[in-house]
């Protein structure tokens, strides 16, 4: 059992402890004197870190511009190089492959041509079943003499239903692009800018030759539309070119008078009633064969006597529709890319 | 090879002729010669169904002499074929030349490389 020291707390041993043991020992000033001249060098110490680190961060900000700068004069030097030198070269490379690539399907697609029946030849593979049904039993099942008539029109009305619609929804696009809207955010644009959007500022037109002429050209043009169409199943033509001449015509009188003149018959409402009228006409006198079962297309309509102008049942009408929607498909594009609307 | 290449002449021309029309589709910048091209490629295909229609010695196909044989006329099924081609090649072309217009509004220019390096710095 050892004896514990009343003095313990003073004693050397303790000390000596307390020093081994790191902690304080405030009695002593000598010691605590030298601990602040510690702390003060450590002060010191620190003071001059944090000068030694400024200094490097300093240094690194400047490493960083300089390359920062170095990268900057890279792309400046580099830049312009895809405009001038690099188009050049790609546009070399391009050409030759875009040629070469020509060659190579043109070659394959002459190969191919080698390997096709022999031109014009009537027992070729295509001159099959279908094509001798439309040409011997078309008269009897469609009553159009003009046997392209009676498959566009009769066996394959759906086809040309879609069609008609393909020019419907090409005009309306052309509409949707390229039609001036004129309430446009209550803006007023300048007199010349409104001058070349829209052509009626040039109107009245006062050209005598072409008025002549066009007078003088303009009933037979369109006469012979009518004629086309309403012949369709006789001879050649039908809705499609007989629409066709039509919008000419129209065209050339929209050339020949202006604007103010086809609009006291022509207007872009006409243009609505009689394309959709057209149309839901077209898709109403088809749309029979849908509920008869699609495959008996006996409509009810007499077929009349062959060759005979009212004859062939739903084509006479039906070429009509298709004629009116071409014709006012045609007129619609030459307006609508002329920038005056319809 | 097969033998048919020069009594196939018509399809040969009708092949070229749509290489031509995609030759110039790539080659061109300019947006209406590419839609030239688009055209003569057009063209191209009529001309290759119009001679696959053809039979030598036949009449066109609407009633003549009152004859109703197959032999006696072409065939009108890749006629009316090229009247849905002729119909679809209108409407494209409309669409792709209104097209044009309104990048030739904005970009004043019909060069297809210049617009679509303005259209790059407007979205920087």
Known sequence: ?342 | MGGNLLTNFYEAVAVILFGIGFTTLLLHRNMIKKILGFNIMDTAIYLFLAVKGYITGGMAPILTNGVEEQAYYINPVPSGLVLTGIVVSVSVTALMLALTIRLYRRYHTLDIDKMSMLAKKEDL
Request: proline fraction near 4%.
């Open chain 1, 1 to 342: 059992m050892s004896k514990l020291n009343p003095n313990y707390e003073a004693s050397k041993w303790r000390k000596i402890e307390r020093f081994v043991n790191g902690e304080e020992i405030s009695d002593n000033p000598n010691l605590s004197k030298h601990e602040e001249e510690i702390r003060e060098a450590s002060q010191e110490d620190k003071e001059r870190n944090e000068q030694f680190e400024a200094t490097i961060t300093d240094l690194e900000d400047r490493i960083q511009k300089e390359r920062k700068r170095s990268i900057e004069a890279l792309y400046r030097k580099y830049e312009k190089w895809p405009q001038t030198k690099g188009i050049k070269i790609f546009t070399h490379i391009y050409r030759i492959l875009a040629v070469l690539f020509c060659v190579c399907i043109i070659s394959v697609l002459l190969m191919t041509v080698s390997y096709l029946p022999t031109f014009g030849d009537a027992s070729n593979p295509n001159n099959n079943e279908v094509p001798k049904r439309y040409i011997e039993k078309g008269i009897e099942e469609t009553g159009a003499i003009n046997f392209v008539a009676g498959m566009i029109l009769d066996y394959r009305a759906f086809d040309t239903l879609g069609e008609s619609h393909v020019l419907f929804i090409a005009a309306c696009c052309v509409l949707i692009l390229l039609r001036i809207d004129h309430s446009k955010n209550g803006k007023k644009p300048t007199e010349k800018a409104e001058a070349e959007e829209d052509d009626r500022k040039f109107e009245p037109k006062n050209d005598k030759i072409l008025q002549k002429i066009a007078s003088l050209l303009i009933p037979p043009i369109i006469i012979y539309g009518i004629y086309v169409v309403l012949n369709g199943h006789l001879s050649p033509g039908g809705g499609f070119s007989g629409g066709a001449i039509i919008g000419a015509g129209l065209i050339l009188y929209l050339n020949a008078f202006g604007y103010e003149k086809i609009e006291k018959f022509f207007t872009y409402k006409t243009y609505q009633r009689i394309t959709v009228g057209a149309l839901l006409f077209y898709a109403c006198a088809k749309s029979y064969s849908f509920y008869t079962g699609a495959n008996h297309l006996e409509s009810g309509i007499p077929k009349g006597i062959p060759g005979n102008i009212l004859s062939s049942g739903l084509i006479l009408p039906l070429n009509v529709a298709v004629g009116l929607v071409v014709a006012c498909t045609m007129y619609g594009f030459y307006t609508l890319f002329r920038k005056g609307g319809m």
